[in-house]
């Protein structure tokens, strides 16, 4: 399909990014694939793109001792293929390994993926599981939001008018940690998936958001095995029935990739 007509501006720099969009009537367009194929369904639309994709200022990978800070433009690849992310959060690094295609994850950005806020997205999930952070910036500063706060619903964020997310902060992570997924084949988003860091456990697929299996990590913290605590996966959630899979269906992956990601950290079974 032809996307309805748009204009496109290319930022100067971060200071001027800043500045349009503190002007408004601005959409920000980084790498483009979720963004370009809504605007050709013409389920969204923009009066203009402003190009933030080749800004090098947002696109690092930073050890700041207490956490690392990730750029958002930067790409999925940088991030699968980073020696500091392997040693110091090898579960993101391992996330963003599992995204789609080369192709994607050549031109895909964490910033792009998280303002996307797919309730099935991988980064999304390993984020929560990681307990990061979200920095936004405005022409007059800046605030630090929790992810776990950050994404609100299917496509609907914590973004503020004049807001653009700049950084992912994220606190070294070394411990035990599992990324597993189910999906038809590997290009779709996952029906169920679920991560587990440290004894966080986030699970996607049974809510408009992914969501901190707090049941599963309560049983964990007083010893319960691997299919005790993976039996509390789906507790308090109201899975959706849709054209990908039933409730009951999304209940029983959440239960099962909960116990198999828990044996694989050592969980007994």
């Not at 690092?60 to 956490?67: L, Q």
């Not at 750029?71 to 991030?79: E, F, K, N, V």
């Not at 035990?176 to 587990?196: G, M, N, Q, T, Y």
């Not at 309560?218 to 507790?235: S, T, V, Y």
């Amino acid at each position: 399909m032809i996307p309805a007509a748009f204009g496109y501006r290319r930022a100067g720099d971060l200071a001027d990014a800043l500045t349009r969009l503190g002007q408004g009537g601005v959409t920000v367009l980084a790498g483009g694939q979720s963004l370009l194929p809504a605007l050709k369904a013409r389920t969204a639309r923009a009066e203009t793109l402003l190009d933030i994709g080749h800004l090098a200022e947002l696109s690092h990978i930073t050890d700041n001792g207490s956490h690392l800070a990730i750029g958002a433009t930067t790409r999925h690849c940088d991030l699968a293929a980073s020696d500091l992310l392997r040693e110091r959060l090898p579960s993101l690094a391992r996330a963003a390994a599992l995204i789609a295609d080369p192709q994607i994850r050549h031109m895909g950005t964490i910033g792009g993926s998280l303002a996307h806020a797919d309730p099935a997205a991988d980064l999304v999930l390993a984020g929560i599981a990681l307990d990061a952070s979200v920095v936004l910036a405005r022409r007059d500063g800046l605030r630090v939001v929790a992810l776990r706060d950050f994404v609100l619903g299917a496509g609907r964020t914590a973004i503020e008018p004049g807001e653009l997310i700049t950084e992912v902060r994220v606190a070294p992570d070394t411990g035990p940690w599992s990324h597993r997924k189910f999906h038809r084949d590997a290009l779709e988003w996952a029906i169920v998936a679920v991560a587990v860091s440290s004894g966080r456990v986030a699970i996607s697929g049974l809510a408009p958001v992914p969501v901190r299996a707090l049941g599963v990590e309560a049983a964990l913290k007083r010893g319960a095995g691997a299919a005790e605590a993976a039996a509390l996966a789906d507790a308090g959630t109201d899975p959706p029935n849709d054209r990908t899979a039933g409730a009951d269906y999304r209940r029983h992956l959440a239960r099962v990739l909960t116990r198999r990601a828990l044996i694989e950290i050592g969980v007994a079974p």
